[in-house]
């Protein structure tokens, strides 16, 4: 089983993409990109499964706002 780990950037063609043998390290892995927003751009983050002989299969997918966002956020309240 493979798990992959990738993290897109809105507004950019940045990103990156990590594989893990161990679904302990991937959920670590996502962990940490979910709680350290971008400064600017917000960050899609999606985590999932390749299995041999089993369909691919998104495990999670989330929109984490950039520390722009989440700042206007907090001063329109």
Known sequence: MRYTLTVN???T???HSD?????????????????????????????????EGLPTMTLWAATVPSVASQVEQMTEA
Request: charged share 35%.
């Open 9 to 11: 950037y809105s507004g």
């Open 13 to 15: 063609d940045e990103g």
């Open 19 to 51: 594989a893990f043998e161990n679904l302990g390290e991937a959920m670590d892995r996502l962990t940490v990109e979910l709680r350290s927003p971008d400064t600017r751009s917000h960050k899609q983050v999606q985590l999932v499964r390749d299995g």
